[in-house]
């Protein structure tokens, strides 16, 4: 059933071309693949040469946040978990995105665009574990 007050088609594709026109863009100008985990985790290895387009991306993200709010864009954010589930999970998160050698947005838009046959595996295995886990919490744990 689709939940036609949530339901946003034409923003969701917009962002799509934008992400799409984005990364494409870092892999023709500067060589670089758009996946956050490897931009932040650059960050956290500082090299003088590699920093600024860094620092640059993760603060767009930023203010590209702050000047939709501005423009009276909808930001509305709804976590329903506890902190302690939260840090959970993004250190889990954290933990395969280092084994994966990538997040979502790596393999899921970067290498999947190059034909990177690692990355196809990975998505189709984040979404596979996503299937799966919405499964068992819906229908076998009832949450």
Do not use: E
């Not at 689709?2 to 339901?7: A, G, K």
């Not at 501005?70 to 709804?78: D, H």
């Not at 998505?123 to 919405?134: C, S």
């Amino acid at each position: 059933m689709i939940d036609l007050d949530h339901f946003t088609p034409i923003a969701s594709l917009s962002g799509g071309l934008l992400i799409g026109a984005a990364a494409a863009a870092m892999v023709l100008l500067l060589g670089r693949i758009a996946g956050i985990s490897g931009i932040v985790g650059g960050l956290l290895r500082w090299t003088t040469r590699d920093g600024a387009w860094r620092v640059a991306f993760v603060a767009g993200l930023v203010v590209a946040a702050v000047i939709a709010r501005a423009a009276g864009a909808p930001v509305a954010i709804s976590v329903d978990a506890s902190w302690p589930a939260v840090i959970a999970a993004g250190f889990l998160v954290g933990i395969g995105t280092r084994y994966g050698s990538g997040c979502t947005s790596g393999h899921g838009v970067c290498g999947i665009s190059r034909g990177a046959t690692r990355s196809l595996i990975a998505t189709a295995t984040f979404m596979a574990a996503g299937f799966v886990t919405v499964y068992f919490m819906r229908h076998l744990l009832g949450a």
